[in-house]
Nanobody
Framework: QVQLVESGGGLVQAGGFLSVSCAASGNIFSIITMGWYRQAPGKQRELVATITSDGTTNHADSVKGRFTISRDNSKNTVYLQMNSLKPEDTAVYYC??????????????????WGRGTQVTVSS
């Protein structure tokens, strides 16, 4: 299948910045959409931002103007630059990818994979 590994994150003071990245690996044919989601304690997982293979982006209203998603298709990697961080941005950030991979016997299959998450903590 397809594995996603996040890196980055950590602890930062309010108003600061952080970046996270996520690399996909496996027998990937194509990745249609990559995105970031987050889940704060006691809350449901929510969309942060997505980006398609042609670079079309979608950012949640809560992060517009502060966060920027980008992608390197040649590396199957998605990035999230987070500026002007607020305590309410504290959450585990998860990477997601949706696309096609080549399985056994050359069978091409759809996949939707999640990373294990990386913690982002913003102190006030």
């Amino acid at each position: 299948q397809v594995q996603l590994v996040e890196s980055g994150g950590g602890l930062v003071q309010a108003g600061g910045f952080l970046s996270v990245s996520c690399a996909a690996s496996g027998n990937i044919f194509s990745i249609i959409t990559m995105g970031w989601y987050r889940q704060a304690p006691g809350k449901q997982r929510e969309l942060v931002a997505t980006i398609t293979s042609d670079g079309t982006t979608n950012h949640a209203d809560s992060v517009k103007g502060r966060f920027t998603i980008s992608r390197d298709n040649s590396k199957n990697t998605v990035y999230l630059q987070m500026n002007s961080l607020k305590p309410e941005d504290t959450a585990v950030y998860y990477c997601n990818a949706d696309g096609y991979w080549d399985g056994e016997r050359g069978i091409r299959r759809r996949f939707n994979s999640w990373g294990r998450g990386t913690q982002v903590t913003v102190s006030s």
